[in-house]
């Protein structure tokens, strides 16, 4: 019922930058949060950086002071500025969302189709 449409990735050499942006569309009351995951070949999925409706922002630690995630809550849009790419930042990375349809139903989570994101060194 939510779609997620990501845009943005492809290939960079390390130190350099790239902007992931991620629109979402459908049945949506409101959207609670909204960011992204990433997951190395090999790896597990794990939390790149989110923002909440309340404005609370979180990065995982090996981003902090590199990445920057940004949402436009009219649009229902969000987006990641990567910059000082390294080569360990070689993932796909996965938009999700928690939003929910009606006033009164619960959140649920929503994914986009992942987009591949290469630093070469």
């Known amino acids: 019922q939510v779609q997620l449409v990501e845009s943005g990735g492809g290939l960079v050499q390390a130190g350099g930058s790239l902007r992931l942006s991620c629109a979402a569309s459908?049945?949506?009351?409101?959207?609670?949060?909204m960011g992204w995951y990433r997951q190395a070949s090999g790896n597990q999925r794990e939390l790149v950086a989110l923002?909440?409706?309340?404005?609370?922002?979180e990065y995982s630690d090996s981003v902090k002071g590199r990445f920057a995630i940004a949402r436009d809550v009219n649009k229902n849009t969000v987006s990641l500025q990567m910059n000082s790419l390294k080569p360990e930042d070689t993932a796909v990375y996965y938009c999700?969302?928690?939003?929910?349809?009606?006033?009164?139903?619960?959140?649920?989570?929503?994914w986009g189709q992942g987009t591949q994101v290469t630093v070469s060194s």
């Open positions: 923002t909440t409706a309340g404005g609370t922002t």
């Open positions: 459908g049945k949506i009351f409101s959207i609670d949060a």
């Open positions: 999700f969302t928690e939003s929910k349809t009606l006033r009164w139903s619960t959140f649920f989570r929503s």
